[in-house]
């Protein structure tokens, strides 16, 4: 069915434990209500834990009724059983994005899990020891596998997610302390290269809600334990409504972000 505004609801940071059942189930019902595409971004577990995952797949498929992208955060990772989770996810019905782009309602979507390393020019370069190289080489593969799945796309509209931030802005309130480790400027190139309608991330759960990248792109931080905080009479996901061209205007060249702005979002 083609539409002209499509829907898309963002949550992160659910961190879903083994005794998370039936926690996540209001919140995945309002987003269903509301929205034509979900969005997670990463620590969908909490300890990267199969028995997490499998609470979290009954969650989303006794309510779910739209579908549904996810990225993974660095909490999926911790028991390292990362394959597991993501089949038991997959199984459940989440597409799940790790440089891949999926395209749903003419939509397209990319997503990372994303890096850590700091931003603009106190960023952490590749210089010295060669356990610091590698740190930055995950942030610049990280990146690459970013644009990679956004050059992939062939929508008119395009959305990214991932887990850290591209920017500074939605890091802004955590202690400066932890700020280089709460996302990278590397993620920001490729958004700042491909026309891309509006990003979201997670990951700082004491950051601030929404930013913008250098070329104007709208950045969302989506972690629950901020928009709880932020918006505690709401339910904590993040809404906006993506226009799909028509058809005659879809087929136009792509490159120009038409963004409504940060005005067009419903926290
Ligand atoms: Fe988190
Ligand atoms: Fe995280």
Redo the contacts with the bound molecule.
Sequence with gaps: MSRDVVRVAAVG?L?CGKASQGVFQPLFTRMAERADVVVMCG?LTDYGLPEEARVLAREVSSVLKVPMVAVF?N?DYEAERHDEVKQILIDGGVTVLDGDSAEIHGIGFAGVKGFAGGFGERALQSWGEPILKRFVREAVDEALKLEGALARLRTPQRIALMHYSPIRATVESEAPEITPFLGSSRLEDPINRYPVFAVFH??A?RGSPEGRTASGVPVYNV?LPLLRRRWPDRSPFRLIEVPVPPPAAAAAPVGVHTGVGLGATVP
Excluded: N, S
Aim: net charge negative; no cysteine.
């Design positions: 940071d961190h620590d955060g909490h997670g990951h759960h972690a």
